[in-house]
């Protein structure tokens, strides 16, 4: 079994900082691609930002410039600075990984943490 446990949501103010930590465990050989998305009220899960294995960070218009992601290794970790914050941030925000465990690579997702930013 794999889990990813997402940690760090909570409610701030407009312009306040939050740091959104995911972190594998269970039967993990190696960790390719982790990312971060996000569901807001009423819309559709959408791609916030990814790293590779190789450290190539990808991230959507709507956050690139005010969110910082990262990965440590060695604990099989996700995180997610995220600086600026803007109302329209709100949202649950779900980590994803790919991970290869021995025979196959599938793919993973966490159970969400919220995410909310006051006026």
């Known amino acids: 079994q794999v889990q990813l446990v997402e940690s760090g949501g909570g409610l701030v103010q407009a312009g306040g900082s939050l740091r959104l930590s995911c972190a594998a465990s269970g039967s993990i050989f190696g960790i390719d691609a982790m990312g971060w998305y996000r569901q807001a009220p009423g819309k559709q899960r959408e791609f916030a930002a990814t790293i590779t294995a190789g450290g190539i960070t990808n991230y959507a218009d709507s956050v690139k410039g005010r969110f910082t992601i990262s990965r440590d290794d060695a604990k099989n970790t996700v995180f997610l600075q995220m600086n600026s914050l803007k109302p329209e941030d709100t949202a649950v925000y779900y980590c994803?990984?790919?991970?290869?465990?021995?025979?196959?690579?599938?793919?993973?997702w966490g159970q969400g943490t919220q995410v909310t930013v006051s006026l």
């Open positions: 994803n990984a790919d991970i290869y465990r021995g025979r196959s690579t599938l793919n993973y």
